[in-house]
């Protein structure tokens, strides 16, 4: 699979002698893109190899995870099952597009209390899961497992070892362990969290077999889908300069997050950073739903 990189010319760049380079990660698949179709590769086989039928995993009213789910399901001849957090949605996801393309794809919905949901990992919980549902092969929520681990390392291939930095959003930590994986000696790894807090790094510590990573966590806008106008203006901007449509919870901070680091010089002259967009695209509408609700400026679809 060849993925393009595609080369970002900007003043700021040439201005700090800064090299620049997104991997178009968003163009694997219409549906099923970025770190989504990594993170699935491998447990689909292994769920065809234990003889399941049915996926389950869990996710939030715009989750990438759950779409993607339901869409490598039904391409791939598996019932799907989205345990949901939020029982409010429960009468008003079809007006939610995350959740409206999951059910146009054959996913069913298990709406849950916050409550409930925070229980996911328990066994108590799978094991209710398993009575209502019957047998199933489990996907984390976000998809981080050993397998996704693996589908992530074949993000990088022997061509992007000229690269000096690798970046890439964080949410789970799954596509940052593959990637620090995959790096050659001379690269350093650094994740941009969508989460506020330092916990990923023991998440992230389980799966990586070296130290040549950093989280830089200054560019989380507020936690977790939060976004502000500076935000919105930055992403509508590097999408009319460069023709790279980014996501607001995701990739739009990591790349916000690299210009400004740019411009603060932290990366030396004639530094070369590749920049794994992962996807995520499908959420841009829902969040263009939460700008209207508060008067802020849309997304450029």
Request: positive net charge; glycine residues 10%.
């Amino acid at each position: 699979m060849n993925i393009p990189n595609q080369h970002i010319d900007h003043p700021l760049l040439k201005e700090k002698g800064v090299t620049l380079y997104i991997k178009r990660e968003d163009t694997i698949h219409p549906l099923i893109s970025g770190n989504k179709y990594r993170k699935l590769k491998y447990n689909l086989e292994e769920a065809k190899k234990q003889g399941h039928s049915t996926l389950l995993t869990f996710g939030g009213a715009f989750s990438n995870h759950i779409a993607a789910v339901a869409c490598a399901g039904k391409e791939h001849g598996f019932k799907t099952i989205g345990v949901i957090r939020g029982e409010e949605l429960q009468d008003q996801w079809q007006h939610n597009p995350t959740l409206a393309l999951a059910h146009a794809q054959g996913m069913r919905f298990h709406f849950v209390s916050r409550e409930d949901y925070r229980q996911k990992k328990e066994s108590s919980f799978l094991q209710s899961l398993k009575k209502t549902f019957g047998n199933f092969y489990l996907l984390p929520e976000g998809g981080t497992n050993d397998l996704a681990v693996k589908g992530c390392t074949e993000i990088l291939t022997e061509s992007d070892a000229t690269f000096d930095v690798v970046c890439c959003a964080v949410g789970t930590g799954g596509t940052i362990a593959g990637l620090i994986n995959a790096s050659q000696k001379h690269q350093k790894v650094l994740g941009f969290p969508a989460l506020k807090g330092d916990f990923l790094n023991e998440s992230i510590s389980r799966f990586a077999r070296n130290d040549r990573w950093q989280l830089v966590t200054d560019y989380h806008f507020g936690g977790y889908a939060k976004v502000t106008e500076e935000l919105i203006h930055f992403i509508n901007d590097f999408k009319s300069k460069t023709g790279i449509p980014l996501d607001p919870i995701y990739t739009g901070k990591m790349l916000f997050g690299i210009f400004d680091l740019v411009n603060q010089e932290v990366f030396p002259r004639n530094t070369q950073i590749l920049a794994i967009h992962t996807g995520g695209l499908q959420g841009i509408q829902g969040m263009n739903l939460v700008l209207k609700k508060k008067n802020l400026p849309l997304l450029d679809v």
